[in-house]
Structure formats: structure tokens, C-alpha cells
């Protein structure tokens, strides 16, 4: 265990505990007695008041003016703290500056080597953020607002390929992070059911004097699961579903939004779905055609089957069209009757 971690331990000990004495201390971290003092002059050095008591009675403790003292990390801790901040930030976390201040209150608590191993150890990790219009920031912060709030929200909101956006007012009920994007899912007033709204496409947000009450114990990320269970065909029977094919390509099958909820197993060559048969003889045939001769589908043999037809299909469609090059003889020049 490395020495900073070592003192640590000895100091929830101490914290945790009346009075130890060196040796105890020494027994417990698998250090020797001299390693102990050495760590208490160090920690009474970095103001912590550490006492050692000699005598029959005696032994090592923290004065009770210590219990208000800030929590403690060790490099682990530390490490993990840091690189969860990157994923935040690379996530859009509309609260980034505030875990910053956080995380430099942390840092700077640390003496200079703790805080060149602390850099060491998060410097092979790194997030690359994903381009998002400057107003998701806010928006997320309004929208998590207006949810603890429970307060109806109006926003302008422009769909897929829409020309322009439209006007509607929804209940939000929380956020939700899927796919590299952030989603509101709210009661829509205008449809009268929950929906999911993609943030980056709201031009337009302003709070209403309306109140609302949150579905108690409700998820966001419990809704995205129902929302792909609703889309199933039926109850029907299930089927196993192998596909084979290169890490990446299979990284792109199982992170499909519909698909990765019937992930049951996954290699490095191989993964394996169950799903009812109903739905994926309506919807995978034609996803999985996409991938061409990337992967290989290794059962059922009823979904072999269909799509070794939908390829037939294709084909021949293409070989009952005329060639566009034969037709060129009969388009007349320009000037020529």
C-alpha cells in the first residue's frame, strides 16, 4: 500500500476509535512501529492533531476537535473522483463548474506529492466531449429546475426534419442521458402522455405559473426500458439470437437503442440476444441487412432464412431493371431529328 494510503488508514483508525497504541496500529497496516511515528509526525506536520500518550494507559488518538474535519480520500478514491468528472463533462453535465470547485477544494488539501501522483494516475484517461449547441447547458439546468420545482414549462421544440419548431407545454419529470444525447422526459400536455424530448432540439424554454406532481418514485431511465418493451409485437415465444462478426460491427449491433435491451451475452466475436419472435421477424431482417456481409447470423435458421431471401429479392430486382447504359442509343442528341 502506498505511504499516503497507509496514513490514511491510520487515520480513520484513529478516527474511528478512542485510543490505539503503536503497535496495534503497526499489526493492522502491516507496517513496523518506527514506520507508525514516522506517519504521526507527518500527520501532526499536515495539522492533524494527533496525541501520543506514553505510559500504562497510553496510546495514540485525535483530539474531538478533529470530528469536523473534511473527509478524506485515498489515491483510489481520489483517482476515481477525477475520471468520473471527465465523463461528466464530456457528457454535457450542466453543473461542470461547481464539480471543478468541488474537485479543487479536494486537490487542494493534498500535499505536492499527493497531488503529482494524483495527476500521474488520471493523465492516461481523457473524454472527448460531444459538440452540442451552447444552449443545452442552460436548458438542462431550467429543465432539472423545473422538475424539483414541479412546475410546467413551455418550450418551442422542433422535431426530426421539421422546418420549423412547434409550441407545447410539458410536466417534466426528469433527465435522462442515452446515446451521447440528453433527453427530457415529460407528460405532454398536447398529446396527454409521457414523451422523451431531445434537449438540443428545444429553441425555446420559459417556466409557467402551472404546478404539477411528479408520478411518485418515477425513473427516466426505467421509462426508456418500458418504451423498447412497448415495442415489442407480442409475448410470444422467444428466440436465441447469434450473430457473429468483428468487435466493432458487433459494438454497433448491440449498441443499437432497441437491441441492446435483449443483450443477454457478449464476446469479443459473438453476441446473443433473446427476443420474441414476433418482433424480430418484423424488425431485425431488414436492421441486420445493413451490415452486409459484416456479420453472420448463426441462429435461428428462420432468420437466416428470411434474410438470405430479402437478398435474393434485392438481386433480382435489380437484374429484372434495364441497364441505363443501354438506353442511351435511343435518347436523341440535341438538333438531331
Same mark, same amino acid.
Given at each position: 500500500?502506498?505511504?499516503?494510503?497507509?496514513?490514511?488508514?491510520?487515520?480513520?483508525?484513529?478516527?474511528?476509535?478512542?485510543? &490505539?497504541?503503536?503497535?496495534?496500529? %503497526?499489526?493492522?497496516?502491516?507496517?513496523? +512501529? =518506527?514506520?507508525? #511515528? $514516522?506517519?504521526?509526525? @507527518?500527520?501532526?506536520?499536515?495539522?492533524?492533531?494527533?496525541?501520543?500518550?506514553?505510559?500504562?494507559?497510553?496510546?495514540?488518538?485525535?483530539?474531538?476537535?478533529?470530528?469536523?474535519?473534511?473527509?478524506?480520500?485515498?489515491?483510489?478514491?481520489?483517482?476515481?473522483?477525477?475520471?468520473?468528472?471527465?465523463?461528466?463533462?464530456?457528457?454535457?453535465?450542466?453543473?461542470?463548474?461547481?464539480?471543478?470547485?468541488?474537485?479543487?477544494?479536494?486537490?487542494?488539501?493534498?500535499?505536492?506529492?499527493?497531488?503529482?501522483?494524483?495527476?500521474?494516475?488520471?493523465?492516461?484517461?481523457?473524454?472527448?466531449?460531444?459538440?452540442?449547441?451552447?444552449?443545452?447547458?442552460?436548458? &438542462?439546468?431550467?429543465?432539472?429546475? %423545473?422538475?424539483?420545482?414541479?412546475?410546467? +414549462? =413551455?418550450?418551442? #421544440? $422542433?422535431?426530426?426534419? @421539421?422546418?420549423?419548431?412547434?409550441?407545447?407545454?410539458?410536466?417534466?419529470?426528469?433527465?435522462?442521458?442515452?446515446?451521447?444525447?440528453?433527453?427530457?422526459?415529460?407528460?405532454?400536455?398536447?398529446?396527454?402522455?409521457?414523451?422523451?424530448?431531445?434537449?438540443?432540439?428545444?429553441?425555446?424554454?420559459?417556466?409557467?405559473?402551472?404546478?404539477?406532481?411528479?408520478?411518485?418514485?418515477?425513473?427516466?431511465?426505467?421509462?426508456?426500458?418500458?418504451?423498447?418493451?412497448?415495442?415489442?409485437?407480442?409475448?410470444?415465444?422467444?428466440?436465441?439470437?447469434?450473430?457473429?462478426?468483428?468487435?466493432?460491427?458487433?459494438?454497433?449491433?448491440?449498441?443499437?437503442?432497441?437491441?441492446?435491451?435483449?443483450?443477454?451475452?457478449?464476446?469479443?466475436?459473438?453476441?446473443?440476444?433473446?427476443?420474441?419472435?414476433?418482433?424480430?421477424?418484423?424488425?431485425?431482417?431488414?436492421?441486420?441487412?445493413?451490415?452486409?456481409?459484416?456479420?453472420?447470423?448463426?441462429?435461428?435458421?428462420?432468420?437466416?432464412?428470411?434474410?438470405?431471401?430479402?437478398?435474393?429479392?434485392?438481386?433480382?430486382?435489380?437484374?429484372?431493371?434495364?441497364?441505363?447504359?443501354?438506353?442511351?442509343?435511343?435518347?436523341?442528341?440535341?438538333?438531331?431529328?
Amino acid at each position: 500500500m502506498a505511504k499516503w494510503d497507509n496514513m490514511l488508514s491510520m487515520l480513520w483508525m484513529l478516527r474511528s476509535e478512542r485510543k &490505539l497504541t503503536a503497535a496495534q496500529i %503497526a499489526d493492522r497496516l502491516e507496517i513496523s +512501529v =518506527r514506520t507508525v #511515528y $514516522r506517519y504521526i509526525d @507527518a500527520l501532526g506536520a499536515s495539522g492533524v492533531p494527533v496525541v501520543a500518550e506514553s505510559g500504562h494507559d497510553g496510546g495514540i488518538r485525535i483530539l474531538e476537535s478533529f470530528k469536523e474535519t473534511p473527509l478524506f480520500f485515498n489515491s483510489a478514491e481520489l483517482k476515481a473522483l477525477v475520471d468520473a468528472s471527465k465523463f461528466a463533462q464530456g457528457a454535457g453535465y450542466p453543473y461542470t463548474e461547481v464539480l471543478e470547485s468541488a474537485l479543487k477544494k479536494v486537490e487542494n488539501g493534498l500535499h505536492e506529492e499527493q497531488r503529482h501522483e494524483l495527476a500521474l494516475q488520471t493523465s492516461g484517461l481523457d473524454v472527448i466531449s460531444h459538440a452540442r449547441p451552447p444552449s443545452v447547458v442552460p436548458m &438542462l439546468r431550467d429543465l432539472e429546475e %423545473a422538475a424539483k420545482d414541479g412546475r410546467t +414549462v =413551455r418550450l418551442a #421544440y $422542433r422535431k426530426a426534419n @421539421a422546418e420549423q419548431a412547434d409550441e407545447r407545454e410539458i410536466d417534466p419529470y426528469g433527465l435522462a442521458y442515452d446515446r451521447n444525447e440528453w433527453y427530457a422526459v415529460a407528460f405532454c400536455h398536447r398529446s396527454q402522455a409521457v414523451r422523451t424530448f431531445r434537449v438540443d432540439r428545444i429553441e425555446r424554454l420559459e417556466p409557467t405559473e402551472t404546478r404539477f406532481e411528479k408520478p411518485e418514485r418515477f425513473s427516466a431511465s426505467a421509462f426508456f426500458r418500458d418504451q423498447s418493451e412497448r415495442e415489442r409485437e407480442a409475448e410470444g415465444p422467444l428466440a436465441i439470437i447469434r450473430i457473429e462478426g468483428e468487435p466493432d460491427t458487433l459494438n454497433a449491433v448491440c449498441g443499437h437503442w432497441h437491441m441492446r435491451h435483449y443483450l443477454i451475452e457478449r464476446t469479443d466475436r459473438e453476441a446473443r440476444f433473446q427476443l420474441d419472435v414476433p418482433t424480430m421477424n418484423k424488425y431485425l431482417p431488414a436492421y441486420l441487412m445493413t451490415f452486409g456481409t459484416a456479420i453472420r447470423i448463426r441462429e435461428p435458421q428462420d432468420l437466416r432464412r428470411r434474410i438470405r431471401e430479402m437478398a435474393c429479392e434485392i438481386a433480382e430486382h435489380y437484374e429484372r431493371e434495364p441497364d441505363p447504359s443501354s438506353l442511351t442509343k435511343f435518347v436523341k442528341k440535341p438538333g438531331v431529328r
